[in-house]
């Protein structure tokens, strides 16, 4: 991984003030900080998918072909509170006319299996994909309640409205005991590339840094993995150089989830959010050529209240109020067209949908 100094450019600051005033009240908050051009051509929508008696999360959009927006997200019931994504997540379905909204709920997609299941206890961190001419849901399942046993898997229709294949095993498993990555595989990101290969950008990290971590803000340390296949369906096999991403050697525990890939320009793009390079309150942008070596990202957003947003006090229960997480976009033609992320907050003061405009 390319060191900071050799891509941390040093901007002017001035000059990026006044090309998007939203920025200026925080520039003295990272005087060294690179911001990314996809960065200063976001424009807060507002808060969508609010559901009563319910946390939302993980919102995955695309357009149908029937013109409409179809958002593929994570729901759990509010008594369980912001932990409950773990062990009792659903995965459901709903539509809207334009990216705005408002959206009607069609139905859950999938829910936890019970016991003797992979994806026995929780379903989560979905990711629409039309691949092949399939509608491709990546997801996440764990069997019990825990983080080591999240496994990536991969559930198929041929329409938005399904029906729904469900894999009867995951699509990805951890490494051997002691490897990077043998603790779980969770936060799907997906791309066909060009040369037909099915490319998978997995989440994991190793649990014996893991259970050294105890008690410290951030456990373990999270890095990215490529799994590369000939067919949709697998067998996926891991990139001889995995972690493709790794933070770990910038020192403090820095890390990164959330990754969203995508094409465009002739180079791959990845969204995530950030767990210490900068800060844990903005998201980041990095870009590759062949799309296993990538730059030292840049900020690709910022909190809630650097876009003009503002909400109640937080309650206590909200620990990471006014943060954007789960970045994913809906794509026209392979143009970033809106940012659909997750932030808690809203009416039901749990957490819903947040969309921003890009352009």
Known sequence: MPTRRTFLTGLLLAPLAHAWAGFAGRLIDYPKAD?????KHLKPVG?????????VWCNSPIYGPDGRVHVFFSRWVASK??????????ICHAVAEKPEGSYTFVEVVLAPRGP????????????????????CLFFMGNANGRTDT?????????????????PSAPLLLPGPAGTWDDHCTTNPAFIKHPNGQYWLYYKSWNTQEYEQAKGQEIRGNRKYGLAIADKLEGPYQKFEGNPVIDFSKQGNNK????????????????LARDMGVYSQEVGLYLES?????????????????????TEPPAPPKLKRYGRLERPQLL???????YLFCASQGGKEMTASAFVLKVG
Not at 150 to 166: E, H, M, N, Q, Y
């Open 289 to 309: 050529e062949d799309g296993k070596t990538w730059t030292f990202p840049k900020i690709a957003f910022l909190p809630l209240r650097d876009y003009g947003v």
């Open 150 to 166: 999240k496994r990536i898997g991969l559930a198929i229709a041929p329409t938005l409205d399904g029906p729904w294949t469900r």
């Open 255 to 270: 890390q990164f989830e959330d990754a969203f890939v995508w094409r465009q320009h002739g180079r791959f793009c990845l």
């Open 331 to 337: 794509l026209r033609n392979g143009k970033p067209e």
């Open 35 to 39: 911001f990314s051009k996809f960065s």
């Open 47 to 55: 808060r969508a998918l609010e559901l009563p008696g319910y946390y």
């Open 81 to 90: 509170g912001m932990g409950g994504w773990l062990n009792g997540s659903e």
């Open 116 to 135: 003797g299941h992979w994806d026995a206890t929780t379903c989560h961190n979905p990711s629409i994909q039309f691949v092949d001419g399939k509608y």
